[in-house]
């Protein structure tokens, strides 16, 4: 069975830092894709990052650039995002998600989520 679980979401003040964490398992993680994306209250699902496990190629999304890291542990099945300088419009629902293709997709596995919440 496959399976996605993000964690790391919580509550921090603007200009703060959070670690998401995404646990992959029932599927071959190395050479998949793994895509990180957010939903805003009332807004539609938007790619954040991506990371390729085959050969380590990475993509951000403009509003993220220079503040968010993606980056992938083969041995643990985890991928991770590393988000700094957070702001308010960071605030969503974070999934992770896995694709056997590009990096632009499509991402077939998708996770429960986890929410960010950044304060002002």
């Known amino acids: 069975e496959v399976q996605l679980v993000e964690s790391g979401g919580g509550l921090v003040q603007a200009g703060g830092s959070l670690r998401l964490s995404c646990a992959a398992s029932?599927?071959?993680?190395?050479?998949?894709?793994i895509g990180w994306f957010r939903q805003a209250p009332g807004k539609e699902r938007v790619g954040v990052s991506y990371?390729?496990?085959?050969?380590?190629?990475?993509s951000y999304a403009d509003s993220v650039k220079g503040r968010f890291t993606i980056s992938s542990d083969n041995a643990q099945n985890t991928v991770y995002l590393q988000m700094s300088s957070l702001k308010p419009e960071d605030t969503a629902v974070y999934y992770c998600?896995?694709?056997?293709?590009?990096?632009?997709?499509?991402?077939?596995?998708w996770g429960q989520g986890t929410q960010v919440t950044v304060s002002s």
């Open positions: 029932g599927f071959t993680f190395d050479v998949y894709a």
């Open positions: 990371i390729s496990n085959r050969d380590g190629r990475t």
């Open positions: 998600a896995a694709g056997n293709g590009l990096l632009s997709g499509p991402y077939t596995y």
